[in-house]
């Protein structure tokens, strides 16, 4: 399905929101690409920047207080952190879609369903209204939702969470866009709704040859989605790998942790491997390893030296100076 | 002995609700609570007049039992009933029918004078380490007031004993005139864990106490809380939405659906063999953080949304989303919850009955 033609290359992205109590330094020197087609999940918990990388490509960001310091975001021959604001609104929705963890917030209240389905199609397309009504009777059909024409009229408050969520992921996909964004599309869900969700998106990646960026904090949820994991933690990408060698392999001490620490359906369980302590309060930008105090492995050179993504095989990153293959400092890093 | 039950639809085990065998005492085991028939209405209230016009059947006839020492996890999704069962049992919330009884002492048929000098004895982890915690107290007085209402230690008794508290909890016994705000989310759920145990209870109802941390913190607390359930003897309803979590820390498993009990039993059986649809259907939608296993993993999709506990359906609450309800049984008898197996509890028509044995 994802070949290694890039669609997005995201590059040295660094943005902060200036506040009252101080500067919180949320996203620090991000780089990744994603490919046509490929499923990316961004797997990090809350504060770990992950939300922000993506909604700072589309300057979804409140700014003031957030600024977008540094960094590139290549889409199609331009950069999105370039585009003046009426470039970036023939993107967002149209080239690059969004879902958002909260379908309850996230669509209007106040307009049927049809309308902010057509709404999009119309503005970026150009079609007909006629033509809009039934693109958007054809997206609710794809996205599973039964008796399409008539939840044309239908209220986001007349519907479930379940099809709030559906409608989200059709309004993301009007305009065939070449990616889309899912920010926790699940978390708010039950997990047989969830369950059926993922069902869905499962089957519109074979239909649709659209690349995906999935946001989550749930390790579960991406195992069986992704074909490549970013790790995030305090604003930087700490490990980057193809699915099954993140999950069999891990490299770094934090995402290592973190899949010691969850206990597993399939499994019972041995103690639980927690992670002694908590996130770091991003009020500084790091200069050395922000996991350090955290990390079991942790020696000299971490508290000192800020590490980069360093190869570790073929697509495999880890941002760490210790070799967890050999158990020792890494020399070659 | 064992007996051979009939098999077949609507024929279960003998019992009159409300002292149905859901357990007995043996020598290894002891009931410490016991819940029976338990129900829970709101009233819906309408008009100028307030009239009643309705009822959300937030619990709707549940009977379990919890032996002592053990940790009996209650799962299902939101709006099955699952944390008004545990509110209901510490009696937060007055029961609309049924009984709740804790180590003879039938709570739910006591005044509230009698049921505060249980208290001690019984207490609560809420979800929200933020909500739960009065951000104008100190921890020391977070602390100290259980101490003081329920009349246990005093002055400088009452100081040596937050403090040791807190080092009990994993916390820097130093902080104790600290504000729950001067805290992370994880530090002020060991807080909420060491002002429920402030009195030494016997029985603790963890109401989703890791659903608002971070997943690097969870396993921290559940470990806090494994440990003191050892030191302390402690015997816990762990409400979580998490089977995950729940295979990791129950004895036993009992699954919500709907204000009603649809499947109990020991964990691993429940895990290994679940019988009641709905619990293979929870279980074959919880994502395995393993991408092999996934690849290969079968999974039920169940169709639709729970209904609204102010309008359950007729009939087994699930009918509307079984894939195999059947029309002339599901949609019209609410099925007997029943011993199929030892210690393994169903309420669902098409569950057989295997030999059942009668202590």
């Given amino acids: 399905m994802a070949n290694d033609e890039p669609v997005l290359e995201v590059s040295d992205l660094v943005t902060r929101f ?12 991000v780089s990744f690409t994603l ?7 961004v797997v990090g918990e809350s504060g770990s920047g992950k939300s922000v990388t993506m909604m700072s490509l589309l300057k979804l960001i409140p700014m003031p207080p957030g600024e977008i310091v540094n960094g590139s975001a290549m889409f199609g021959g331009q950069d999105l952190l370039a585009m003046s604001d009426h470039e970036l609104r023939k993107v967002r929705g149209a080239e690059i879609g969004f879902i958002f963890q909260d379908p309850m917030t996230s669509l209007n209240p106040v307009l049927t369903v049809g309308r902010q389905i057509t709404e999009s199609v119309r503005l970026h397309t150009g079609v007909t209204a006629k033509g809009a009504d039934a693109r958007a009777v054809e997206l609710l059909d794809l996205v599973g939702i039964p008796d399409a024409k008539q939840r044309l009229k239908a209220y986001p408050h007349e519907l479930s969470g379940g099809m709030r969520q559906r409608v989200m992921i059709a309004v993301a996909l009007a305009c065939s ?3 889309i964004i899912a920010d926790e599309p699940t978390t708010a869900l039950d997990v047989t709704i969830q369950a059926q969700i993922i069902e869905l998106i499962k089957d519109l990646r074979e239909q649709l040859n659209t690349a995906v960026i999935w946001i989550t904090h749930d390790l579960g949820v991406v195992a069986g989605l992704a074909d490549r994991v970013l790790v995030m933690y305090a604003g930087q990408i700490v490990e980057e790998a193809r699915v099954n060698e993140l999950y069999g392999d891990p490299q770094h001490p934090y995402a290592q942790g973190l899949l010691r620490s969850i206990p597993r359906l399939d499994q019972k369980g041995h103690e639980l491997a927690s992670i002694k302590g908590q996130p770091p309060s991003l009020t500084s930008a790091p200069v050395s390893c922000s996991f350090e105090p955290r990390c079991p492995y942790a020696f000299e050179r971490c508290g000192i030296e800020l590490p980069k993504l360093f190869d570790i095989s073929r697509g495999h990153r880890a941002a760490c100076f210790w070799d967890m293959k050999e158990g020792r400092p890494a020399d070659d890093r | ?48 007049f307030r009239r009643q016009v309705g009822a959300v059947r937030a619990l709707d006839g549940v009977s379990f039992d919890i032996y002592r020492g053990e940790t009996l996890g209650l799962v299902g999704e939101s709006g099955s009933g699952k944390s008004t069962t545990g509110r ?5 919330e007055k029961a609309t029918a049924g009984t709740v009884t804790f180590d003879g002492n039938e709570l739910t048929s006591m005044s509230g004078e009698q049921v505060r000098k249980l208290r001690p004895r019984m207490q609560m982890v809420f979800q929200d380490p933020h909500a739960s915690l009065n951000p104008r107290m100190t921890v020391a007085s977070i602390l100290g007031e259980p101490l003081k209402e329920h009349k246990v230690a005093r002055g400088a008794e009452r100081q040596q004993r937050v403090e040791s508290l807190l080092a009990q909890v994993g916390l820097d016994p130093s902080h104790a005139n600290r504000y729950p705000h001067e805290f992370s989310g994880g530090q002020r759920q060991r807080i909420g864990v060491a002002r429920a145990i402030a009195l030494s209870p016997e029985f603790i109802v963890a109401d989703e106490p890791i659903a608002a941390l971070d997943v690097s913190i969870q396993a921290q607390v559940v470990n806090l809380l494994q440990s003191i359930q050892d030191e302390l003897e402690l015997t816990y309803l762990f409400i979580s939405h998490d089977l995950s979590m729940v295979r990791h820390i129950a004895d036993r498993v009992a699954v919500m659906y709907l204000g009603t009990l649809v499947e109990m039993a020991p964990v691993d059986e429940l895990y290994s063999s679940p ?18 296993v996934e ?5 039920v999709i169940l169709r639709g949304d729970i209904p609204s506990p102010a309008n359950p359906p007729p009939g087994c609450v699930f ?11 599901c949609t019209q008898v609410a099925p007997e919850w029943r011993e199929i197996a030892p210690d393994h509890w169903v309420a669902c028509h098409l569950v057989k009955e295997r030999a059942v044995t009668i202590k």
């Fill in chain 2, 319 to 329: 009918n509307t989303r079984c894939p195999w309800a059947q029309d002339d049984v």
């Fill in chain 1, 18 to 29: 200036n506040t009252h109590d101080g500067t919180v330094h949320a996203v620090n020197g």
């Fill in chain 2, 275 to 292: 019988e009641h649809p709905y619990t293979q259907a929870l279980h074959s939608a919880v994502p395995v953080p393993d991408p092999i």
């Fill in chain 2, 295 to 299: 690849a290969s993993r079968e999974r």
């Fill in chain 2, 88 to 92: 209901v049992i510490l009696q937060l």
């Fill in chain 1, 177 to 179: 866009p070449k990616v």
């Fill in chain 2, 1 to 48: 002995m064992t007996v051979d039950v009939g098999v077949g639809v609507g024929v279960g085990v003998d019992s009159a609700p409300g002292e149905d065998a859901t357990a007995v005492d043996t020598p290894e085991r002891k009931v410490l609570l016991s819940v029976r028939d338990l129900k829970k209405h709101f009233p819906i209230m309408k008009g100028v």
């Fill in chain 1, 35 to 41: 490919n046509a087609g490929e499923f990316l999940g």
